[in-house]
């Protein structure tokens, strides 16, 4: 029970609840990324539904357990789970699949499949309503698709004998255009909240009786949600059938409201120390030659890992947070001397600090927007993989680090704490133009930049 969770004191915690029949119906748990919440979830959900009662040689509910049940949660294929909430999934499927491609045995196999399945079980019909909504596209030709060539992937994949080259060679392609179609559907189907329509046609789920022995609803990001969405959640935690679980994940518990977090039982998950993280890569991943550094990752190693593995990574991203950043403070500053009015140290701290960060990338600073619209689009690919709201957390990194020493100064100065707000206020526009309304990140970023200059300058002057 929780083997295959890695040094993380909450699944612990959990185990000794499940022991001692302590486990509450409704749970929180919290904590930072990549620090096994949804994997402890996952787990879990399985543990509840084992159908083998009797401790086995190796202990209660093990991973491997050989019960119908347990096979099902393995593969996140079991009638009595049910996943909501968005996060990003590109970078564990395409590291999951190079951990195939690396060692293509049947932990790594299944460690592919379940990081789609993670992303399929978003559109399950349980809770999937298949109409176009938001501008976003139907996602039923993409699944479809998806689950053909998944089948195909495993049925090759069990029977596959790794020394056979054109057996490999099919099985690269097939994963590949799994990554591709995965990735595709996780940018045109996925919302960043979680609409209301699939909180209630969960709960109507959740009152049909189980096919086993229990039902869980895991809820990744809770936070993600709409005023009414949150209500229809907290009527269901006021009544929750007697056979449902329901576990919310979020990074910080505060995010919760308080109404609904009297009703959670929490459970912390801490960020694990860099040889565990470590560890984990190892293990997990199968990768024993990986050098993993946080540089300008700062959630810590498995997401640094992670992360290398996307189109448009952190490492690439950084130094085109730091060209908008330094572009946007000349175009400012070019605006103020125009006008006669003297560069002020808030400003001049964003061009010194980004400006050469921008420069060694060979991101030379621009003043007029298309320039710095058409180098971003064209240098991100036009923030494929959805990595516009990475971009947009970036860019509120750099700017927090370019005013340290503005701080040290003057930390309660009235303009600095004005613009601070100001760029915290329009990335939040931003991001949820592009993550929430579907608006190209061309259009969000032309409105970040000029709101952005314009409050600026007439906070300067």
């Not at 049940?69 to 009595?80: K, Q, S």
């Not at 559109?123 to 976003?136: L, Q, T, V």
Request: some cysteine; overall charge neutral; aromatic content about 8%.
């Amino acid at each position: 029970m929780f083997d295959n969770i890695i040094e993380q004191g909450a699944a612990l915690q959990l185990r000794d609840d499940f022991l001692s029949r302590r486990l509450a119906p409704s749970m929180l748990f919290f904590g930072p990324s990549a620090s096994g919440k949804g994997s402890t979830a996952l787990e879990l959900a399985r543990v509840l539904s084992c159908e083998n009662n009797a401790p086995q040689p190796e202990g209660i509910a093990p991973w491997n357990c050989s019960c119908p049940a347990c096979e099902r949660h393995r593969y996140l294929l079991h009638g009595d789970l049910v996943i909501l909430g968005s996060r990003p999934f590109a970078a564990e499927i395409a590291a999951s699949r190079a951990a195939f491609l690396r060692e293509p045995a049947a932990a790594s196999r299944m460690l592919f499949i379940r990081s789609l399945r993670k992303l399929l079980a978003r559109f399950s019909p349980a809770i999937w309503e298949y109409e176009s909504r938001s501008g976003k596209s139907n996602p039923l030709s993409l699944l479809q698709s998806l689950e053909e060539d998944l089948s195909e992937f495993e049925s090759l994949a069990v029977n596959a004998d790794p020394g056979e080259a054109a057996v490999m060679t099919a099985l690269e392609k097939l994963s590949d255009s799994l990554v591709k179609n995965a990735l595709k559907l996780e940018d045109e189907g996925m919302g960043d909240t979680i609409p209301i329509a699939q909180i209630r046609r969960a709960a109507y789920w959740s009152r049909l009786a189980p096919n086993g022995r229990r039902k869980t609803m895991i809820i990744e990001n809770a936070d993600r949600m709409k005023e009414e969405a949150k209500n229809s959640l907290l009527k269901l935690l006021e009544e929750p059938p007697e056979t449902l679980s329901i576990i919310l994940c979020v990074q910080r518990r505060e995010a919760i409201l308080p109404t609904i977090l009297s009703r959670l039982r929490p459970y912390r998950f801490l960020r694990r120390g860099e040889e565990h993280e470590r560890e984990i890569i190892r293990r997990v991943y199968r990768d024993t030659t990986a050098v993993v550094t946080l540089e300008n990752n700062q959630a810590g190693l498995i997401s640094a890992y992670l992360d290398s593995f996307l189109p448009q990574s952190t490492e690439k991203l950084y130094p085109l947070a730091a060209f908008f950043i330094a572009s946007l403070a000349r175009a400012v500053a070019v605006s103020l001397k125009k006008k006669g009015i003297e560069i002020p140290a808030e400003l001049a701290a964003l061009g010194s600090h980004c400006g050469p960060i921008a420069e060694a990338a060979g991101l030379a600073r621009v003043t007029n927007f298309k320039d710095v619209t058409g180098t971003l689009l064209s240098e991100s690919g036009n923030f494929e993989a959805r990595s516009f709201s990475r971009f947009i957390k970036l860019v509120l990194d750099l700017v927090s680090q370019s005013q340290r020493e503005v701080l040290q100064e003057a930390p309660t100065h009235p303009r600095l704490i004005a613009y601070n707000g100001i760029w915290r206020k329009y990335a939040a526009q931003a991001e949820t133009a592009t993550g929430v309304f579907n608006q190209s990140p061309a259009l969000a970023l032309e409105s970040f930049f000029y709101r952005l200059k314009e409050d600026i300058t007439g906070v300067t002057v």
